[in-house]
């Protein structure tokens, strides 16, 4: 299978030769270094760059330990650079939050004006810690996540059924699909969590007890697309057994598991009074592979999955996502008004535009549709208005400015809704 990444690949090419740092971010084995090292370097000398323009270094290299000094590295950054100033250099550093005085490194590098520098790292509180800290107006952030259902569909040669029912199973790790069987998916499913993220969101957090985490990660494995928080995470362990945490404790693990890119949590957006309801949260999972590595691979297509999967399209264009609601008032029979919240099931903001979007499940009715527009239409004239057909729909505006789309367009042709 034939992999292209041409949103990331895209981002990168845009923002080549602008003078800034690029951090390339993401959850581990999303296809961060296969992006850099492969895509964007086939692009460099496809457009005419010569080989020795382009310094590729890992600092994962257990061969080259000298690279992990900066002092060495850069001297023999120096070495390759020197007099040489009227070329443009690609300086590509890998697993950069290995190197311990990076940012010693690229305060040196910074000073020749011809050098465009890129760095991967999959621990987000490096970026943050140590390079936005120094470099916040000088760096542009890429975060690359494992491949969207539109990506593994250009890639595979299933039907849209077929690839819907695999990538809700086997999710959107690259290397998963180029496994035969499921039994090989499944163990290296089982072994990506056991032996790269669970080590790691231990390391990077120096956790004691990482059975605490493992045990939040099931219950949030069984709770996706539902509304959760510390309350009701305490609440669930009372009543089955198991853990015994703090709020606090609770609140800090899940954040942990935001950070190291496992799921993320979305919060409430009052549109019409412009303000955000801090919890609960919404849980959506960054990849379905691990998720189910708690599920024992039993997980079909459901509602929350297409949820998910509507979500994580809408993260490879914007992470300005969430959850709507419209605060209104609604007189009862007594003549009585009485407050209430009607739920829009996404609103993001793309390329300087806003959009709140319904998503129409299989089994809708008809009445459920009538209902999942009319608190649509309850929006303001500010966004734009989209439901989105998971059982397919004619592209259709209508005079109430409201976009009815099929999933399928809605995934695979942006520029119909956009």
Not at 77 to 95: A, G, H
Not at 142 to 168: G, H, Q
Not at 382 to 404: A, P, S, T, Y
Request: a positive charge; proline letters at 2%; one cysteine or more.
């Amino acid at each position: 299978m034939i992999i292209k990444r041409n949103i990331y690949l895209d981002k990168l090419i845009s923002y080549k030769n602008n003078g800034k740092l690029k951090l390339i971010t993401g959850a581990r084995r999303s296809g961060k270094s296969y992006l850099l090292r492969q895509l964007f370097k086939k692009h460099l000398l496809d457009t005419g760059a010569d080989p020795l323009q382009i310094i590729d270094i890992s600092f994962a290299d257990s061969t080259k330990p000298k690279y992990r000094d900066a002092k060495y590295c850069i001297n023999y950054m120096l070495t390759i650079i020197k007099d040489r100033r009227q070329k443009n250099y690609y300086i590509i550093f890998d697993d950069a939050y290995l190197m311990p005085n990076i940012n010693l490194l690229l305060e040196r590098l910074r000073e020749f004006d011809n050098l465009d520098i890129y760095l991967i790292s999959s621990k987000s509180s490096f970026l943050r810690d140590t390079i936005m800290s120094k470099f916040f107006f000088e760096t542009d952030e890429i975060t690359v996540y494992p491949l969207s259902f539109k990506e593994f569909y250009d890639a595979s040669s299933l039907s849209f059924d077929d690839a819907l029912t695999d990538y809700c199973l086997y999710g959107g790790f690259p290397a998963v699909w180029q496994l035969e069987s499921d039994a090989e998916k499944r163990k290296y499913l089982h072994n990506l969590f056991q032996q790269i993220y669970l080590p790691s969101i231990i390391e990077n957090h120096q956790l004691q007890q990482p059975n605490q985490l493992v045990q939040i990660i099931d219950l949030l494995a069984h709770s996706l697309g539902t509304y959760i928080n510390t309350q009701r995470i305490i609440n669930h362990f009372d009543k089955n057994g198991g853990l015994n945490l703090s709020a606090p404790t609770i609140k800090t693990y899940l954040g942990h598991l935001e950070s190291d890119f496992l799921v993320h949590f979305l919060i409430r957006y009052q549109v019409n009074r412009q303000k955000f309801i801090r919890t609960p949260h919404k849980i959506y999972f960054i990849d379905f592979g691990i998720r189910n590595v708690f599920l024992d691979f039993k997980s079909t297509v459901t509602d929350e999955l297409i949820e998910n999967i509507i979500y994580k399209n809408l993260l490879n264009k914007t992470d300005n996502i969430d959850l709507g609601v419209v605060v209104t008032r609604e007189r009862d029979e007594n003549k009585k008004y009485h407050q209430i919240r009607l739920s829009i099931s996404f609103t993001a903001s793309i390329n300087y535009k806003i959009y709140a979007m319904q998503v129409v499940h299989k089994n809708s009715t008809q009445k459920q549709i009538q209902k999942l527009e009319d608190d649509l239409l309850q929006v303001n004239l500010r966004f734009k208005k989209i439901m989105i057909f998971v059982n397919g729909h004619e592209l259709i505006e209508e005079k109430n400015k409201v976009l009815k789309i099929s999933l399928q367009d809605f995934l695979f042709h942006s520029e119909y809704w956009l």
